[in-house]
């Protein structure tokens, strides 16, 4: 049986990513006179999509090692 520690911690990086990319919905932008876009938290894009990329292979692994254990005991 899988541990729920082991769950928690793989999906704690999802949560993380989803949660900075509704905080990015929210975060104001604006466009200044001279047409530059402006962005203050920019940088919760590349970190969430980094966060949820991280969250889903750790799923992903675990899911496969459960699998093989599962298919070792048969």
């Known amino acids: 049986m899988m541990s729920y520690k082991k769950i928690i911690v793989a999906s ?3 949560i993380l990513g989803v949660i900075f990319m ?6 104001p932008s604006s466009v200044q006179q001279d ?3 402006y962005e203050p ?3 919760l894009v590349p970190v969430s999509v ?3 990329f991280i969250g889903v292979i750790a799923l992903m ?5 459960k699998i093989k ?3 070792k005991h048969r």
Do not use: E, R, S, W
Request: net charge positive.
């Open 12 to 14: 704690v990086p999802l």
């Open 22 to 27: 509704i905080a990015l919905a929210f975060a």
């Open 35 to 37: 047409g530059m876009l």
């Open 41 to 43: 938290y920019f940088f």
């Open 50 to 52: 980094l966060f949820i």
């Open 61 to 65: 692994i675990m899911a496969i090692t």
């Open 69 to 71: 254990k599962n298919i």
